[in-house]
């Protein structure tokens, strides 16, 4: 579903296993879901410059750049505190709403992130069982900074969800 720019992928209810997967004593659990949107990929740069916009903010000074002409503008937006994620979630609610939108818009539960990464598998990695750093954008890949939130490579989760294990996630 493409609403506004904002690619949303359904999550469906349904168990997870949550916890950590590193070691034999590593604790696990399984939560029941019930079924959520998120968005496919990282918020952009250009649209986190639209909500400063509308809402008459300053844009923060470390996050990328949105200009167009250097391809900034499809960046991850980064250096957003909580607060301010939580009141662009808003902002995109009440435009989606107008735009006949029923959902809610709001950011996933540690949970919800972990079922929309792993899907119905156990896998540590949303990919699978091992690391593979050409899987993901990461530090040690080439080259050494975020990419256009567009550019998952392999990173996709079971339900089509982009760079959960790597650029600015």
Known sequence: KDLDG????????????IGSFGSPEARRASVTLTGFYISKWEVTARQYRAFCDEMNRDYPAEAAKPDGATGEASQPVVTVRHREAVEFCDWLGRKLAAKGWQGECRLPSECEMEKAARGISIYQY?????????GCINATTSPARSQPAESAGADLSFYGIANLAGNVS
């Open 6 to 17: 904002m690619a949303l992928v359904y999550v469906p209810e349904g168990p997870v296993t």
């Open 126 to 134: 949303s990919w699978g069982y091992q690391f593979n750093e050409s």
